[in-house]
Nanobody, 123 residues
Framework: QVQLVESGGGLVQAGGSLRLSCVASGRSFNMYNMGWFRQPPGKEREFVAASTWSDGDVDYSRSVKGRFTMSRDSAKNSVYLQMNSLTPEDTAVYSC????????????????WGQGTQVTVSS
């Protein structure tokens, strides 16, 4: 049974940092894209970052580029999201996902999702 479990969310002041972790189990995901998405309160889910399995590149949304860093440990079936210089606009439920879609920014290309972890940034 495939399972993704996120951790590391919490409450932080603006300008602070958090590091999210996502551990996948049930199979090896070495040949899968792994991504982070978030859903702010009252808004649609949006792409944050993704690591493509084929070349190891990491793509970021414009809103987080330069502040967030995604890393991947294939041996541990895990991905991480280091979030720095957080702002209240980063408040959301953050979820990790794995899939083999052609376009890593597209949530439809992901087959498995975690439950999400809440990140709240106070002003």
């Amino acid at each position: 049974q495939v399972q993704l479990v996120e951790s590391g969310g919490g409450l932080v002041q603006a300008g602070g940092s958090l590091r999210l972790s996502c551990v996948a189990s049930g199979r090896s995901f070495n040949m899968y894209n792994m991504g982070w998405f978030r859903q702010p309160p009252g808004k649609e889910r949006e792409f944050v970052a993704a690591s493509t399995w084929s070349d190891g590149d990491v793509d970021y949304s414009r809103s987080v580029k330069g502040r967030f860093t995604m890393s991947r440990d294939s041996a541990k079936n895990s991905v991480y999201l280091q979030m720095n210089s957080l702002t209240p606009e980063d408040t959301a439920v953050y979820s990790c996902a794995v899939g083999r879609g052609s376009w890593p920014r597209d949530a439809a290309g992901y087959d498995f999702w975690g439950q999400g972890t809440q990140v709240t940034v106070s002003s």
